[in-house]
């Protein structure tokens, strides 16, 4: 709200989740601070001095997409496996992918990743990104680890690059499936990247099944 607009991080959150509806509708071409600024009805001189560029805006928001995303992940996993119960070999390794499927298809989840892809052609957006990028694509890897530790002490940068892979396979396909919608193709690819991690990990994916049905406490 315009005259007496709130500060700190309740201002902050409200403001990127103006910027987040704003990038899911316009497009990231047609993403602009006004916009933004009209959207959360605050004023662009107060919002400038949060975010003082459109790049600063548009990494705080998809740093809150892909934090959402990964909050979704964990909780969705977890409420698969209490319900399914210990799983091993390809049926852990459906389970992961179709949980990770659903988190990258997710429409806020789109959005970043045509900001992600401008990265290659705008260096000023990809130096603004890099080091959120960076810090969600090890939590990335964290997740996959809390799935299935027993891989990490098998090939730690083995299983690291299997799950870049699965990641950008899966974020590919979601980009390009609401232009070309095809459920055929999706459980194609789902079928071919299972087939590929469980062939990868064979051994360490049968060799343990450790508990997985509480979220592991942040180290502090």
Known sequence: MVGGERQGPDYRAA???ASLE????RGLQRFTTPAVAARAG?????LLQHFPTREDLLSATVEAAI?????????LLLERLQAEGP???????????EVLWEGYNDERSVATYEV???CRTDPV???ALQPMLTRYDAAGTDLASFLVPESL???GDEFRATSQLVTSALQGRAMTRHSFPDPVADRDLLDALVETVFDRFQAAWEATIPDRTSRPEPDV
Do not use: F, P, W, Y
């Open 87 to 97: 799983v091993a070999g390809r049926e852990l390794v459906r389970l992961a992918i």
């Open 42 to 46: 605050v004023a662009q001189e107060t």
């Open 153 to 155: 002490s098998v090939s």
């Open 22 to 25: 704003v990038l899911l509708e």
């Open 67 to 75: 934090a959402a995303n990964v909050d979704h992940c964990t909780v």
């Open 116 to 118: 992600r892809a401008s």
């Open 125 to 127: 957006l990809a130096q």
């Open 15 to 17: 403001v990127v989740a």
